[in-house]
């Protein structure tokens, strides 16, 4: 072949190549990682929330996005491990679930855009500039509980004649434990009501602070929301039932439990809404721009089997608020 001939053709055939190059640029399958501070079992049905969001956004798992789940168990000392996993996949996005993962995430140095979800509070934790306007690499949706914590004392005060004392279950690993409290004091402080903080970590520590709330000759219980805890719940409502303490939890599965109270936000609303986060960024819009979410949908569950067996009645008009009654 003559050398003109030669570099015709090596020329026709980069310039076919470049065409499929920038194909294959353009039709790579985003990559996203879920981060889940909480124990796989029992988050199963807000990872699918998360999914089935997807699937309303048009997205087709293995085809048009990839996922990649993680879950720290409750163990918060798991968390960065899970994170490098995730910058060594080079995820286009990463969703982290609660406040404690998120933290994790801001302490390190990477540029992956990143939507919280059932964070407390973003401004408090330092991840977002406003809520209109995050300015950063966070957004998402907000949990909003430190609200609903001090209303979680109201409702007990309504069931409980002449509440006076209330123990608190906390989490210290969970900064945004603190920012619940301050809700709660808040609240006590309106209604003349005293507070009994008590930390735990660990299952041990839980049947002591149960304990120790009883000695303290608390009348009532409130749970704060930590993953947790929230992994902790059947043993500290069976405690709770053991002792004949009326208490208030943030979520509906500490009412199936057989929790006498939940209120707080829709929590697999909240799950299957970070998809519509995902595609905005995936598409090109940066999370400094996209206002966070706050939840719109709440609910309040109430056990009846438990109040009768714990001997309290529960007021006719809670009983017409709520969105769900156990009998």
Not at 40 to 69: F, K, M, T
Not at 74 to 98: C, H, K, S, W
Not at 271 to 277: D, E, P, Q, T, V
Not at 286 to 309: G, H, S, Y
Request: hydrophobic share 45%; aromatic share 6%; charged share 25%.
């Amino acid at each position: 072949m003559r050398r003109r001939e030669f570099i015709t053709l090596l020329g026709g055939v980069a310039a076919a190549a470049w065409p499929l190059a920038a194909r294959a640029q353009q039709s790579k399958v985003p990559r996203v990682g879920y981060l889940f501070s909480f124990n796989q079992l029992e988050g199963r049905h807000l990872w699918d929330a998360c999914r089935q969001g997807l699937r309303e956004v048009g997205y087709v798992e293995g085809q048009s996005i990839i996922v990649e789940p993680r879950w720290a168990e409750g163990q918060y000392e798991r968390l960065p491990t899970l994170l490098a996993e995730f910058e060594r996949l080079n995820v286009d996005v990463m969703v982290i679930a609660a406040t404690p993962g998120n933290l994790a995430a801001k302490a390190r140095k990477s540029a992956i855009p990143i939507v919280f979800v059932a964070v407390a509070d973003a401004l408090k934790a330092g991840l977002i500039a406003s809520l209109a306007k995050p300015g950063g690499r966070f957004t998402g949706l907000s949990l909003l509980t430190p609200e609903t914590s001090g209303k979680r004392l109201e409702l007990l005060a309504e069931i409980v004649p002449n509440l006076s004392r209330v123990a608190v279950l906390l989490n210290p690993g969970n900064v945004s434990n603190f920012v619940f409290l301050e809700e709660t004091q808040a609240a006590a402080r309106r209604l003349g009501i005293e507070l009994k903080s008590f930390e735990v970590r660990n299952q041990a520590e839980v049947d002591r602070a149960i304990e120790a709330a009883i000695e303290a000759r608390a009348s009532a219980l409130i749970a704060l929301d930590d993953p947790f805890i929230h992994s902790a719940r059947a043993r500290i409502v069976a405690l709770a039932a053991k002792h004949r303490l009326p208490a208030a939890y943030g979520t509906r599965e500490f009412a199936d439990e057989g929790g006498l109270i939940a209120y707080g936000p829709h929590r697999p609303d909240l799950y299957r809404r970070s998809a519509i986060f995902v595609d905005k960024i995936l598409k090109g819009a940066k999370p400094a721009d996209l206002p966070v979410e706050q939840p719109t949908r709440f609910e309040l569950i109430v056990n009846l089997k438990t109040a009768k067996v714990l001997g309290v009645t529960i007021p006719p008009s809670l009983r017409l608020r709520a969105d769900l009654v156990i009998e």
